[in-house]
């Protein structure tokens, strides 16, 4: 009955409440205004955490009710703190029935609104603490009018905008007001210097602007302990008036439009602990009076515009604990007592200091140097060596020296830093390898040396970091593969080794790092299958690019398929498996190893490895050419898994560049499903060196014709020399007495035939592309010539075109293996190329030389122009291109034998000089064919022709009679 009663006069109280207040105490004189009041506080707010359960309106007292403090005798609510309750909504009228309330705070909750203008009429509070929320609007002029006894407000972190009300300065008890983070605009007003009991002044991080009046009332204020003006627009001068503040600790004006100079009365204010001018327009030196401030602890006068150099009686700041001038003007040189301070965060970027600076850390000494926690030097004039003191700075959690010019290698002593959290070294002249001993920095975080001269490889100590986060490592010279154990460092999140010349495959463990947010390989020499997994599958093309040898849907190269099933080897093979020597031989890599040692290896990795689509050798020694020949063609698990002989003949596996790791990494197996092609001197395989490296094996088929180990060796080194960019690259040779390989660099992008003949539907070569290869081979064959090697055997399918577009000419010289320039073997030979071979070869009379390849390069010219293979047969007709494009040319229309898919889609004036001199090429007599030289002289006045001289070329094909 009474709760019914008691509810019913609560809804009248909470209707009439918000007409007149005085109303409801008079309507219900038995209810307590407090429990009255708080209740429709209450009403008005969202409490999703049910904080406020415990306030029961059936309750006579709140006394005992969550956040609420009485006044023991007056059982009265003198108290009301309900920070961080998640409460949302308005304040309503409520609490204004809480007469003697002397302490309001509400931080940190979700409340909106106004603040409402008759909560100033609270005359016993004391305390308001409105801070994190979202209370917004602007405060009434006159809120403050009758201020009565408050001592602190804070309305930090609100959305509060308009003036600070000047009735604020009437409040003359005020210690402490914080407004920080709030819009607050307009010039502050005066009045509040008047306030002599404030301590604490913090109007941070609002929109105020105007300067601070020079003749404020200081001598009222003096007693201020904290000002924090900062993130504001205030401007001019600091009045000297203010050097009165002499009780002032903390001063912070960062992120202002303060300009002039720093006053030297700055060096009165002896209680300063902590002086931030930060982000201001302070010009001039620093003065020398700052070392008068023997408590300061925090100097930040960083991104200003001070000049000179730093005063040495900073020195006298024993307690300095930050020290910052980043972003000044500061010149000079590094102050060796930077590094006695004892302080722990040292910042002098972006200056203009300079001179070397190993001085100072030549032989550091003493307990100063342990406590330094952040050394930022970065973006200065720096030279020298980084000395192997920095060793020394134990505690050293930051250390930035990037952007200055030190040079040298990185100090080993780098690794005692075990607290070191970020290394910045970029952008030096650094050189060296990245030390080994980085890995006993085992705090890292964050690795940049990126932009030095650093060679050798990316250590695998560097697993030891395991927190890394970032690892930048681009634009060094580093080679060798990326280490898998970096795939350890399971806080990975971004990765740049861009730039570097890193080869190898990426280990395939790399899919395991699940923080990855970039991984940048551009622009190395990696190979392979990028690792699986969705980051590397959706992986920016720019962060691969660059690597032409690299496969996956990323950079929109298929990979070669797995195989079904490896073929399988018996691994049974002990003693013989390492290489007898491995011997440095005029810079070749040379490795001798033993047939079963070859295969012993190559199965154990096929095995343990499983799925690599696995390659090359037959190396069943003991049986003939022909029998290994038929092997190759056998599948898994056939005649050939049984065991390999153990009578050891020894092969020999020379390597011309690079990579002393392939005898451990020859799993190779010669494997019919990676036949490249075959050709008239063998099968060609593509395999996969251990290092994730492709190459192409020839497998020589006419073993039987080649000459003695000697000869062989000789020659093929011989082919080896010619190193040309189109020539497909020989790099290196495997020989036992019925086996002989020859190791091509593997070109990626298929034969000339294929694109010409075999191109699927609207994918052919354009005429650019065209005048590149035929431009590209006649350079190659040039350089052949320059060497007394004649190629024999050009044609379409010999030139690669790699992934760039470059053609690159292989099989040349191989004529060479045989025992004798026999012209039966030879044509024999190179029979395939129906249509390419020179007249002379059917006259016996005739010498052979180096025209033939002419001969042949002009028959490929008119089949790269037309399109058309030199021998086409129709129904009942044979067409032999040369002959078809003479009998045009005679008819004027020789346009009408370029390639139809090219629809008309290049220039008249560069296709027929091209065809004219692809039938010069093919004379019939060699001697009225050009060499080489004088074909790649020809092509590119016809490309450029304003760069010849008096156009000769042009006139000789102009003007010449073919016949
Ligand atoms: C304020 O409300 C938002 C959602 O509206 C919530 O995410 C946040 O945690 C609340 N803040 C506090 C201090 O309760
Ligand atoms: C100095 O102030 C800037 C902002 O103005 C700040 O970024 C920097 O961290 C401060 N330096 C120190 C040592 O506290
Ligand atoms: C590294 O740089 C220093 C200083 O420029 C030079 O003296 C030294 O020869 C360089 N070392 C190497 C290996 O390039
Ligand atoms: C990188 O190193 C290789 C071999 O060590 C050298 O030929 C090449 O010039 C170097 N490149 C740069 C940019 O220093």
């Not at 999140?493 to 390989?521: C, E």
């Not at 003695?708 to 290196?732: C, I, M, T, W």
């Not at 045989?818 to 039966?824: E, I, K």
């Not at 001969?855 to 009942?876: A, I, N, W």
Request: net charge neutral.
């Amino acid at each position: 009955m009474g709760t019914m009663l008691k509810k019913k006069s609560l809804f009248f109280v909470f209707t009439f409440l918000v007409l007149a207040p005085v109303f409801s105490r008079s309507l219900n004189p038995s209810l307590n205004d407090d429990v009255l009041g708080l209740i429709v506080f209450k009403a008005d707010i969202q409490d999703p955490n049910l904080k406020l359960a415990s306030w029961n309106e059936d309750d006579d007292s709140p006394c005992n009710w969550v956040g609420v403090k009485c006044n023991p005798r007056s059982n009265r609510v003198v108290e009301l703190t309900l920070d961080g309750f998640s409460l949302s909504g308005r304040i309503g009228r409520g609490l204004l029935q809480l007469q003697f309330l002397r302490k309001l705070s509400l931080s940190s909750n979700n409340l909106t609104g106004n603040i409402s203008p008759n909560l100033a009429k609270l005359q016993n509070l004391r305390t308001v603490d409105l801070s994190h929320n979202s209370l917004s609007g602007s405060i009434p002029d006159d809120f403050f009018k009758q201020c009565g006894s408050l001592r602190t407000i804070s309305l930090a972190k609100n959305k509060f905008s308009g003036k600070i009300p000047s009735s604020l300065s009437l409040c003359s008890t005020l210690a402490a007001i914080d407004l920080s983070s709030n819009q607050f605009s307009g010039v502050f007003p005066s009045g509040i210097w008047g306030l002599n009991a404030l301590r604490w002044l913090d109007l941070s991080d609002n929109l105020l602007e105007g300067e601070i009046p020079k003749g404020m009332e200081l001598g009222v204020v003096c007693c201020l302990r904290a000002i924090d003006f900062s993130e504001n627009s205030f401007s001019g001068n600091l009045p000297e008036t203010m050097q009165k503040l002499s009780l002032c600790n903390f001063m912070n004006f960062r992120k202002n439009l303060f300009s002039g100079e720093v006053p030297t009365w700055v060096g009165e204010m002896k209680s300063l602990e902590t002086l931030d001018l930060s982000g201001n327009k302070f010009s001039g030196e620093v003065p020398v009076s700052i070392g008068n401030l023997q408590p300061l602890k925090v100097l930040n006068f960083s991104a200003n515009e001070l000049t000179g150099s730093l005063p040495e009686s900073i020195a006298n700041c024993v307690n300095l604990v930050a020290l910052d001038f980043s972003q000044n003007l500061i010149k000079g040189a590094l102050p060796q007592w930077i590094f006695n301070l004892g302080s722990k965060e040292v910042s002098l970027s972006v200056d203009k200091i300079g001179g070397r600076m190993d001085g100072p850390l030549t032989s550091p000494k003493g307990s100063s140097f342990e406590r330094l926690q952040v050394l930022d030097l970065s973006h200065n004039g720096f030279s020298g060596e980084i000395a192997s003191g920095i060793g020394a700075l134990s505690s050293l959690q930051l250390l930035n020296l990037s952007k200055n010019s030190l040079a040298g290698p990185i100090p080993v002593t780098i690794g005692e830093l075990k607290a070191l959290g970020v290394l910045d070294l970029s952008e030096n002249w650094l050189n060296g390898t990245v030390p080994v001993e980085i890995g006993g920095a085992y705090s890292l975080k964050e690795l940049r040396l990126e932009g030095n001269f650093l060679v050798g490889k990316i250590p695998t100590s560097i697993e030891n970091c395991s927190a890394l986060t970032s690892l930048v490592l681009s634009k060094n010279n580093l080679t060798g593969p990326i280490p898998a154990a970096i795939a350890k460092l399971a806080n990975l999140q971004n990765v740049d080794l861009s730039f570097n010349s890193l080869s190898g495959s990426l280990p395939k463990q790399l899919a395991n790092l699940v923080h990855l947010l970039s991984f940048n390989i551009s622009q190395n020499h990696l190979q392979g299958e990028l690792p699986a997994g969705v980051f590397f599958n959706t992986i920016t093309p720019s962060s691969v690019s660059g690597n032409p040898s690299l496969c996956g849907s990323a950079v929109n190269k298929s990979c070669p398929a797995v195989l079904p099933k490896p073929i399988v080897l018996n691994p049974n093979s002990s003693s013989d498996a390492t290489p007898d020597s491995v011997a440095p031989n005029m810079g070749h890599k040379r490795i001798i190893l033993s047939i079963s040692a070859l295969i012993a290896i190559g199965a154990a990795a096929v095995i343990v490895i499983g799925v690599i689509a696995i390659t090359v050798l037959n190396l069943r020694v003991r049986s003939s050419t022909s029998r290994s020949a038929a092997a190759l063609t056998l599948s898994a698990g056939d005649d050939f898994s049984h065991s390999p002989t153990t009578d050891a003949n020894s092969g020999k596996l020379v390597m011309f560049s690079g990579e002393p790791d392939f005898s451990t990494g020859a799993h190779a197996l010669l494997n019919k499903d990676c036949e490249l092609g075959r050709g008239g001197f063998g099968a060609v395989y593509r395999t996969v060196l251990r290092d994730g490296r492709a190459v192409a094996i020839k497998k020589l088929t006419v073993s039987s014709l080649v000459k003695s180990q000697d000869d062989f060796e000789r020659e093929v080194k011989k082919l080896a020399k010619v190193r040309h960019p189109n020539l497909v690259a020989l790099d290196g040779y495997y020989w036992t007495q019925s086996l002989q390989l020859l190791i091509y660099e593997f070109v990626s992008g298929g034969s000339l035939y294929k694109h010409l003949h075999e191109g699927s539907g609207g994918n052919f070569l354009t005429w650019n592309e065209r005048f590149n290869i035929i431009l590209g081979t006649a350079k190659s064959l040039a350089r052949l010539h320059q060497s007394n090697i004649i190629h024999y055997n050009i044609k379409s399918s010999n030139v690669l075109i790699d992934s760039s577009g470059e053609p690159k000419v292989g099989d040349y010289g191989l004529a060479r293996l045989l025992p004798m320039l026999d012209r039966y073997v030879l044509s024999s030979k190179i029979q395939s190329a129906l249509g390419y071979m020179a007249p002379e070869f059917a006259c016996r009379t005739v010498k052979i030389t180096e025209k033939c390849d002419v001969y042949g390069f002009g028959v490929l010219v008119l089949e790269v122009v037309s399109g058309k293979r030199p021998v086409e047969y129709m129904e009942d007709d044979v067409v032999v291109l040369c002959d078809m494009v003479r009998g045009a040319l005679e008819e004027g229309r020789v346009e009408e034998c370029v390639d139809a898919r090219l629809q008309g889609k290049f220039p008249a004036e560069e296709a027929i000089p091209v065809m004219k001199l692809g039938l010069i090429c093919t004379s019939q007599v060699p001697s009225n064919r050009p060499d080489m030289g004088e074909v790649v002289n020809i092509l590119e006045l016809i490309r450029c022709p304003s760069e010849g001289q008096e156009g000769i070329g042009m006139n000789y094909l102009l003007n010449i009679s073919i016949n």
